[in-house]
C-alpha cells in the first residue's frame, strides 16, 4: 500500500476511536481530535490516495487557482469543470446563503438560515480569501525570488490568514500558512491547517501542496523534498462515518496498489506558464490506480 495511504488511514482509525464528538457552525456533528502531525518525502512518494479515487485534476488546478492565477473568483474553476467551491460562491447580488450553527439568546447553538451581504462587487468569489490574499500581498513572486536569490533565508512564510480581511471572507483559509526552506539543493516544505475535513479536504490539500512544491522546485531549479503537515482539529463529520469506514476496509482487505507518479513539463521554467486549463497538459499524475469513488457529503 502507499505510505500515504498507511499514514492518512492511522489518522483516520485514530478519529473513530479516540476522537470526541462535538456541536460546530455547520450544524452537523464532528468527531475531533485536537492535533496531529505527519511527514513525508516526495522523493519516496508521491502522495495521493489509492484507497479510494482522487479526482487530481480538480486539485490541482484548485491549487493553481489560489497561486497562479490568485484569482477569488469561482467562475475561473466552473471553466475548469472543477465545482467544489460552488457551495461558498456569492450570488449575482452579493448574496451568500448557508444553513449554519449560531449561538441563541440563552447561549446554545441553534440551526439558521445564514444570508450575508457581501456586496454585488464580490459576486462570484468568495471574497477576501485565498487567491485574493496571494495576489494582494504578492506572495509567490516573493517567495520564488527568495528561493532563487536568498536561499538561506528563514523567513519563507506566506500566510493566507490575515486578521484584517477575515469578515470580508466567505471561508477563512483552512490551510493558512506555509514556511519553506533550502537545504544545499533541496526545497521543502511545512504546512499548517487550522481545520481539516479529513474525508474531503485533506486528500486534496496533500496532493495540491505536494504538487505546488515540486512546481516551485522545478523553477528555481531545486529537488522536492520533505512536507511536514500540522493540524489543528482533525475531524470527520458525522454523516461520514460510512464511508471512512469502507475505505479502511479497502486497506486491511484490497489489493496493495502502487504509489502514481507527478509528472511536469520540464521545459517549462516560470511558475506562471504552467498550463493552467482543464487538460493540464504541463502536469499530470501518472499510473493512477486506486479503489474506486467514495462520496462524501459537503458542510458550510
Avoid at 485534476?57 to 466552473?78: F, G
Avoid at 520533505?226 to 460510512?242: E, G, L, M, P, R
Wanted: proline fraction near 4%; include cysteine.
Amino acid at each position: 500500500m502507499a505510505k500515504w495511504d498507511i499514514e492518512y488511514l492511522k489518522l483516520c482509525k485514530k478519529i473513530l476511536e479516540e476522537g470526541k464528538e462535538v456541536e460546530n457552525r455547520t450544524g452537523t456533528n464532528t468527531i475531533k481530535i485536537p492535533s496531529y502531525s505527519f511527514h513525508f518525502d516526495l522523493q519516496e512518494e508521491f502522495p495521493v490516495l489509492t484507497t479510494k479515487q482522487l479526482f487530481f485534476k480538480n486539485a490541482i488546478t484548485e491549487i493553481l487557482w489560489i497561486y497562479q492565477a490568485q484569482s477569488n473568483d469561482v467562475r475561473w474553476l466552473q471553466e475548469r469543470g472543477n465545482h467544489i467551491w460552488d457551495e461558498w460562491e456569492i450570488d449575482e447580488n452579493g448574496l451568500w446563503h448557508a444553513t449554519q450553527n449560531v449561538v441563541n439568546e440563552e447561549g446554545k447553538l441553534e440551526k439558521k438560515e445564514i444570508v450575508k451581504d457581501f456586496g454585488k462587487e464580490w459576486a462570484h468569489t468568495i471574497g477576501t480569501a485565498y487567491g485574493w490574499i496571494v495576489n494582494h500581498y504578492h506572495m509567490i513572486d516573493k517567495l520564488i525570488d527568495k528561493i532563487k536569490n536568498n536561499p538561506t533565508d528563514r523567513r519563507m512564510v506566506m500566510s493566507l490568514w490575515q486578521d484584517e480581511f477575515l469578515d470580508t471572507a466567505v471561508l477563512p483559509s483552512c490551510v493558512w500558512s506555509s514556511e519553506w526552506d533550502v537545504t544545499e539543493d533541496t526545497l521543502n516544505l511545512m504546512v499548517h491547517q487550522r481545520s481539516c475535513d479529513v474525508p474531503l479536504g485533506l486528500p486534496f490539500n496533500v496532493t495540491q501542496y505536494a504538487t505546488l512544491l515540486s512546481l516551485i522546485a522545478q523553477v528555481t531549479n531545486k529537488k522536492p523534498g520533505t512536507i511536514d503537515w500540522s493540524i489543528k482539529d482533525a475531524h470527520i463529520y458525522v454523516n461520514q462515518v460510512d464511508g471512512i469506514k469502507e475505505q479502511i476496509r479497502r486497506g486491511e482487505e484490497l489489493e496493495d496498489l502502487p504509489a502514481p507518479e507527478l509528472w511536469i513539463n520540464p521545459e517549462i521554467t516560470d511558475f506562471y506558464d504552467f498550463d493552467n486549463s482543464r487538460e493540464l497538459k504541463d502536469i499530470n499524475v501518472r499510473n493512477y490506480k486506486h479503489h474506486g469513488k467514495i462520496s462524501f457529503p459537503i458542510s458550510q
